[in-house]
């Protein structure tokens, strides 16, 4: 499936003409420079162009993830700042992970998770 | 009776080789991988195949120690190799006085005060002392002189918050002893290296008296005590790591065939925070154009407090890739994972080349 499928895949989405096709110009983009984003920031991107709820921009994420456009992964990050661990699912995630950054097991707390869409 | 004596004597030189011997083996097997072992094998032209531990101890080590071709003081090198190179933190000191320092007849009367000095000759195998204790004292040939090298075993409590299993509401903290590992080393150009073994677990108490000190520290100020008559503490200066900080920030470019960033943080001269860091932990900084930018404006006012560098993996060294974690106190540098020592002596090599 090739990332032009975006429009299609977001207008099943009950999303329609001109945010459908500017919503879709923000996945392509995301998809040729490889980005990871959080849902906030996506919420942000898809707002500052379109205007899609955030309810439907996730509607038309888990569509997209699951043509396999997108990954959604659940990233454990350091207290210091940046990922120590990807995982597939909140239930993949342990209570506790060793934090390279810092040399020290932790405790993984609510605040240490985000949820990342990778492109 | 005399033969029986001789008998009990022999049957108990054996039983005590047989308990070094399976201390041995236990303590490889904690600080060593299969791998390594089998390498050490073979290079000793030793069959070396083996699936597991076990399996590779009985039908392998144990058969090469009966037959002589390998001995327990082969294995102890193998034991030095694995237990003092990585998951350290470690300190770099500098003296004017290595020679003196090293000097053998120094090194005998000092330990001969504390009835120790046949450590000089044969290591002490102790597994978790009641009080920090220095194991194994020893001089080798390298480069210009000779190098010195002290080492500590200490028993650490681990600790850990669990919940009462009869009231939830309950929490309370269970100590574990482990067993850890320090070793100071002085070479011949008079750097002394005091590696601590990684605290990697979170303290849950804090010190009595409230205060909630630098762990390492408290490590660094046992060890000046316990070996500061063989490495007096005044005649060392601490060798701040902050020109190799800095460089290979700088030079990151020069340097994309050798290093990677996972992290940095820079603090400027009002001590505003820049820290920056990759979502993904594979990943590179500098491959960030925005974040490098923003960094190397940020840092021209700055110094880099802090960095995850990953060491690439090269011909022929590092044998792989080798994290080092520049933080906490300004001489301080860790190798959280355990390497080899060639790949820390190139490594460490690698920092002081960029720190000249």
Known sequence: MSSDDFSTIIGEASIGPPDRDRLARVFREARAEHKALTLPHLVYLAQRATGVSAEKLAVALAAVVKRGLAERIVRVESPSGGGIGDFKSLNDVPDKIYDERQDEWISVEPGNVVIVYKF | ?356
């Not at chain 2, 054996?14 to 299969?34: G, V, W």
């Not at chain 2, 003296?95 to 000759?121: V, Y």
């Not at chain 2, 040939?141 to 919940?163: A, P």
């Not at chain 2, 106190?329 to 002596?345: G, H, M, Q, R, T």
């Open chain 2, 1 to 356: 009776m005399r033969q029986t004596s001789a008998g009990g004597c022999v049957v108990n030189r054996m039983s005590a080789a047989e308990d070094n011997r399976r201390f041995i083996f236990s303590l490889l097997q904690e600080n060593s991988t299969i791998e390594r072992v089998q390498k050490f094998l073979a290079e000793r032209g030793l069959p070396r195949s083996a699936s597991a531990w076990q399996e590779l101890f009985s039908e392998r080590v144990v058969p090469a120690l009966d037959s002589g071709k390998l001995t327990e003081s082969d294995l102890i090198d193998l034991l030095r190799e694995s237990e003092e190179y990585g998951t350290q933190h470690v300190f770099l000191y500098q003296t004017e006085r290595a020679k003196g320092i090293e000097d053998q007849i120094r090194i005998h009367r000092i330990l001969k005060a504390r009835g120790i000095e046949s450590l000089l000759e044969r290591p002490r195998l102790v597994n978790m002392p009641d009080e920090p204790t220095i194991v194994d004292v020893r001089s080798f040939d390298s480069e210009n002189g000779s190098t010195l090298v002290m080492k500590v075993v200490q028993t650490r409590k681990l600790e850990k918050l669990e919940q009462d299993p009869d009231d939830r509401d309950i929490f309370r903290i269970v100590r574990t002893p482990v067993r850890a590992v320090h070793v100071l080393r002085l070479n011949p150009k008079g750097m002394l290296e005091i590696g601590v073994q990684s605290h990697s677990e979170t303290r849950v108490t804090r010190r009595v008296g409230g205060r909630r000190g630098y762990r390492y520290n408290e490590d660094l100020e046992v060890l000046w005590d316990l070996c500061g008559d063989v490495f007096p503490r005044d005649d060392f200066k601490e060798v701040p790591l902050t020109r190799a900080k800095t460089r290979l920030w700088r030079n990151r470019h020069k340097l994309k065939d050798e290093i990677r960033f996972s992290d940095l943080t820079a603090r400027n001269e009002v001590g505003s925070i820049q820290r920056m860091a990759t979502g993904d932990l594979d990943a590179d900084l500098s491959s960030d154009a925005s974040a490098s930018r923003s960094i190397d404006v940020f840092a021209k006012r700055a110094i880099f407090e802090r960095s995850n560098v990953y060491f690439r993996k090269r011909d022929p060294l590092p044998s792989r890739e080798i994290h080092v974690l520049m933080s906490g106190l300004p001489n301080e540098f860790a190798v959280p994972i355990s390497c080899s020592k060639d790949d820390y002596e190139c490594v460490l090599g690698r920092l002081l080349y960029h720190n000249r």
